[in-house]
C-alpha cells in the first residue's frame, strides 16, 4: 500500500471517529455550546441539562479522543475548550462527497436525456 494510501486511509478514519463522537445528542450540544470559543467548566457545560457531572466528563473526554476539544486546568478546575480544525476537515470532506455528489447527478440527467 502507498504512504498516499495510507494517509488516506488515516483521514477516512479520522473522519468517521469524528462523526462517531458527534452522532450522541449530548456530545453534540456540548460543541454548540463550546462554540463560543472561549473556556468552559464542567458546571457551566451541565447548567441547563439532567446529564450528571460524571457524565458530562465522559463525553467530554470522547470529544477530547477525537480532537474537537482540549482541556487544561486553572487550580483545582479543568477548562474545555473546542479546536475547530477537526470540524474544518469535515467541512472541505463533505464539500468534496457534495461536489461528486453534483457530478454524479449531473452525468446521470445528461444520460438520462440522451437517451429519451
Known amino acids: 500500500m502507498s504512504r498516499r494510501s495510507d494517509l488516506a486511509t488515516a483521514k477516512t478514519e479520522q473522519h468517521a471517529n469524528i462523526f462517531a463522537a458527534l ?4 456530545r453534540l450540544s456540548l460543541v454548540a455550546k463550546l462554540i463560543d470559543g472561549k473556556p468552559h467548566s464542567i458546571s457551566s457545560l451541565t ?11 465522559k463525553h ?3 470529544l477530547e479522543n477525537v480532537g474537537l476539544v482540549s482541556s487544561f486546568k486553572t487550580g483545582r478546575e479543568s477548562l ?3 479546536d475547530p480544525k477537526p470540524l ?3 467541512q472541505e470532506y463533505l464539500g468534496v462527497i457534495a461536489a461528486q ?13 440522451k437517451t429519451v
Request: hydrophobic share 40%; charged share 25%.
Open 23 to 26: 452522532g450522541d445528542p449530548t
Open 47 to 57: 447548567t441547563g441539562t439532567k446529564v450528571t457531572r460524571q457524565a458530562i466528563t
Open 60 to 62: 467530554l473526554t470522547v
Open 80 to 82: 474545555y475548550e473546542l
Open 88 to 90: 474544518e476537515s469535515l
Open 101 to 113: 455528489w453534483d457530478k454524479a447527478l449531473h452525468d446521470l440527467k445528461a444520460f438520462v436525456e
